[in-house]
């Protein structure tokens, strides 16, 4: 099993410090209720890197950030095999954030 980020969909909108390679980031997110999808938002040292990207299923978060990219990747996924959507009823249920150190293959 990979490793997830833990994303209590209930609080959202809400934002946590995170460790992320040997950076410390800031992620929030949001739910955009009328097109039935999440959002995600990466900053760090109070400077905005990405603001509100629509979380794809399968998708890597953020990768337009050029140095965290090579050292892991974030990515909604369900190990069960179950989804291929995000919904928010899957989301934080069957489908997490996963992470995939720089590196390693599926």
């Given at each position: 099993?990979?490793?997830?980020?833990?994303?209590?969909?209930?609080?959202?909108?809400?934002?946590?410090?995170?460790?992320?390679?040997?950076?410390?980031?800031?992620?929030?997110?949001?739910?955009?209720?009328?097109?039935?999808?999440?959002?995600?938002?990466?900053?760090?040292?109070?400077?905005?890197?990405?603001?509100?990207?629509?979380?794809?299923?399968?998708?890597?978060?953020?990768?337009?950030?050029p140095y965290?990219?090579?050292?892991?990747?974030?990515?909604?996924?369900?190990?069960?095999?179950?989804?291929?959507?995000?919904?928010?009823?899957?989301?934080?249920?069957?489908?997490?954030?996963?992470?995939?150190?720089?590196g390693e293959?599926?």
């Amino acid at each position: 099993m990979r490793d997830r980020i833990i994303v209590d969909k209930t609080l959202i909108p809400y934002n946590f410090d995170i460790l992320l390679g040997a950076e410390l980031y800031n992620l929030g997110f949001d739910y955009n209720e009328e097109g039935k999808f999440f959002t995600a938002s990466l900053s760090r040292n109070d400077e905005v890197l990405v603001s509100s990207e629509k979380m794809i299923y399968g998708n890597k978060l953020f990768a337009s950030v050029p140095y965290l990219s090579p050292v892991l990747d974030i990515v909604p996924y369900d190990e069960s095999g179950k989804n291929t959507e995000i919904t928010y009823d899957n989301f934080g249920e069957s489908v997490f954030l996963t992470i995939q150190q720089g590196g390693e293959t599926s």
